[in-house]
């Protein structure tokens, strides 16, 4: 492998596009929707709307690290076709109050 390659695959790797990529090339190597997909897809979904959960049970409050969180799930979610709802609760999550750090 040449250098540059070496250079495009870390860059991609050290900017976090990684999660965007994978199931971007697994739905080029499979573009069915398979069990597994959809199986993934609604874990995702489910881990989505836990964390929404604890987000309306907070008074519509979170941290940074849970706006984070959601973040890469919704990536690789949507990468799966994952959209409506999980899109919903995912702005929702984002537009939440930020909790402020208990030392």
């Not at 492998?1 to 495009?8: R, S």
């Not at 836990?50 to 949507?78: F, P, W």
Request: charged share 25%.
């Amino acid at each position: 492998m040449n250098q540059e390659a070496i250079t495009i695959i870390v860059a991609i790797i050290g900017s976090g596009g990684f999660g965007a990529l994978v199931p971007w090339v697994l739905n080029r190597i499979d573009n069915r929707r398979d069990p597994l997909h959809e199986g993934v897809k609604e874990l995702l979904f489910c881990k989505l709307e836990l964390l929404h959960q604890q987000m309306v049970d907070n008074g519509g409050v979170c941290t940074v690290e849970t706006k984070r969180t959601v973040e890469r799930i919704y990536r690789a979610y949507s990468g799966l076709g994952g959209n409506g709802v999980g899109t919903e609760m995912r702005n929702d999550i984002l537009d939440a109050h930020i909790q402020e750090d208990r030392q």
